[in-house]
């Protein structure tokens, strides 16, 4: 019994040691389980990525990217002017091709045949790719990725896309259709200078493209494809954001009209630039803009489009040349040697000095074209600043409606120094307010601008935003007082104060006069220029929408009315005659300005005008700066063409005929430029169609010879 006693105590005994095993060994079990999820947890949530690409690093693996839809650009009417049409690029596979190549495969006929040699059969029938292309791309035997041919229209791979549904087409392995995108404008040349263009990798060059790139570009996709241990290819895709589209405030139809006007005015009389900007004077929108000299936006790296600039002699080129007399003739003693012979060389045609040109001196050509005069370049307005003179002074209360002035011709703006002639030598006699706008009469406007001060006077210029930037949405825009093209108040002296009162001596932008012109006919409401009217997505939605702004109040509705009925009569009856249409009620302003060097007989002669007269609902600026005329300033360059426009455009926009009154009979009288007496111009320069740097225009004493401005 004692024996029995005692191996039941030692029994005990080892199942307690037994327990105490199994509990340190279940304890180290849940320790190493807790470490190893702690470790899972730690990898899935921290290294996971990394440990993915290791994973994928080791497989074989390629990624591509899926193409956004660049928006496209729409008239307000909804009609595409820019879109991006799709093309695609024929890749292959020759790691598949290969791996496949020698399986069996049926023809249509049926045929028995491999797979490779289907393969190449279609790359040859469908893409017409030669045995020497398909075997160069095959050699890469580990590649998933070679491009055989790019951007290829619908409709070459349509057809193989039909043999693709077909038995024997749906055996062809190793062959796809990526998608891009390539930028068309389906009007060539039309508003080129306001679209821009697109360069490589959807870069906006120039234009609405370049100031709206962001917008209009999206987000690419990508695809991401790898092979399986049993060569299984696995994809997996993100789709692109495709990008908004701009519908603008252009009018295709003013558009068509105003450059067909200009190039009628291009082959009939010619000039060195032609620009017209058309306007809603009641919202700041640019209806069109154009410039004589245009690319098409599809091709606009071709040299096609400098010629002009160096043909008939532009570009500085000569093509006289003196021979010298040659030694031998003899000549008999104390006689005078022969003459020089001169020999007119024939001129190169402008491909011909083109193919002379730098690479740098080319693409200076090409920005030339590519510029848009409009916003970028800047030129004395001549009188077509008149009436913004008249109407500070009228704001003000510092003249009045029917106030007289006298006129002989010329008029003393500093004591001790030569008069300034007026454009009529004879003088006009007593003229009014108005007078001095329908006649233009330069001694009237510098006593209307002496009454004022140069502290008025320059207080309406910045409230018209003359001299700075009007921000309308183009890049390029010049600020004419930062280039030292424009007095500040402190330079506007006696003379500069004269001269500037009937637009000379300071240089503005055609955007800046036009909007500011457009305050003077609404009843004084200063709206920001603006091409963009909304921003929509793909599906139609609306992302922004610009809603006319007034910036500023300019002037009253009072004084907006006199001017309005001021440059009613001048285009009656005053120096706007040959813009003047019957039935319809036109106002506007002409303007010449004399270009730097005074006295070089070449000017810039402009015409800004609106219609109707009662509720305007278009402002139409012209500008034809040296036109091909032997006496430019007498021309009437920008109202003829003005007129032509307007006789189109009018009926267009439903304006209806209203004007019964009939042409008086009276002459139209035309007006000079009259050079800066005593004075100098701000200093700095522009490119073609402006002023250049500060020439002083004439000395202390010196005799003005014609008047500014028309």
Known sequence: MAGQGKKRKGKKKFLHRMKIKLTVMCAVVLVGFIVVLSRLVYIEQVKGADYEKRVLSQQRYDSLTIPYRRGDIL??????????????????????????????????????????????????????????????????????YKVMAKKLPYETV???????????????????????????????????????????????????????????????????????????????????????????????????IIE??????????????????????????????????????NQPYNEEHIYYQFENGAGGYSYERILAAPSDVPTEEGAAPPEPVTTVLSAPTGAELVAQLTEEERLDALNKVWRNYIVSDSFE??????????????????????????????????????????????????????????????????????????????????????????????????????????????????????????????????????????????????YAPHVMKQLVNEDGDVITNHEPTIVRRTISEQTSSLLKDYMYHTVESGTGKRVRIDGYTIGGKTGTAEKLPRGNEKYVISFIGFAPVEKPKIVLYVVVDEPKEADQSHSGASSLLAHDIFAEVLPYMNVFQSNTSVDDGSPVVDENATPVQSSEDPEGGTESGTQEPGTEAGAAGDTTEAGSGE
Not at 110 to 132: P, R, S, V
Not at 267 to 279: D, P, Q, R
């Open 381 to 526: 307005p001549g009188s077509t600043f008149k009436p913004f003179t008249v109407a500070a002074g009228l704001e003000e209360d510092i003249i009045h409606d029917g106030e007289r002035y006298q006129c002989n011709g010329h008029y003393t703006v500093v004591e001790g120094l030569k008069p300034v002639n007026c454009h009529l030598l004879s003088g006009h006699g007593e003229v009014t307010v108005e007078g001095a706008i329908m006649q233009s009469c330069n001694c009237a406007l510098m006593q209307i601008v002496q009454k004022e001060g140069a502290s008025v006077f320059y207080k309406y210029e910045t409230m018209f935003g003359f001299g700075g930037k009007t921000y309308v949405d183009l890049p390029g825009e010049v600020n004419t007082t930062a280039a030292g093209l424009f007095f500040t108040e402190d330079k506007l002296n006696p003379m500069e104060l004269a001269t500037s009162s009937f637009g000379q001596g300071q240089n503005i932008t055609m955007i800046q006069l036009s909007s500011a012109f457009c305050s003077l006919i609404n009843g004084g409401n200063y």
């Open 260 to 297: 067909k006007k200009i190039a009628e005015f291009m082959t009939t009389t010619g000039a060195k630039n032609v620009s017209v900007l058309a306007m809603d004077p009641n919202n700041g929108e640019i209806l069109a803009m154009a410039n004589s000299y245009t690319f098409d936006c």
């Open 75 to 144: 008239d307000r009417n909804g009609l595409e002017l820019a879109t991006s049409t799709k093309v695609y690029n024929l890749i292959i596979e020759p790691k598949i091709i290969i791996s496949e190549g020698d399986k069996k495969a049926k023809t249509e006929a049926g045929d028995e045949t491999t797979k490779k040699a289907l393969i190449i059969a279609a790359l040859k029938n469908y893409f017409g790719l030669t045995d020497e292309e398909i075997n160069a791309a095959l050699a890469d035997e580990k590649s998933l």
């Open 158 to 256: 349509q057809p193989f896309n039909e043999y693709l549904k077909t038995k024997e087409g749906a055996q062809i392995v190793g062959i796809w259709l990526e998608d891009e995108y390539q930028r068309y404008y389906p009007y060539s040349t039309l508003a080129c200078q306001t679209l821009g263009f697109t360069a490589s990798g959807n870069a906006g060059i120039s234009g609405l493209e370049q100031f709206y790139n962001e917008d209009l570009n999206g987000v690419e996709g990508r695809q991401y494809g790898y092979l399986t241990s049993d060569q299984t290819l696995q994809r997996t895709t993100k789709e692109p954001i495709n990008g908004y589209s701009v519908v603008t405030t252009l009018d295709t139809n003013i558009q068509l």
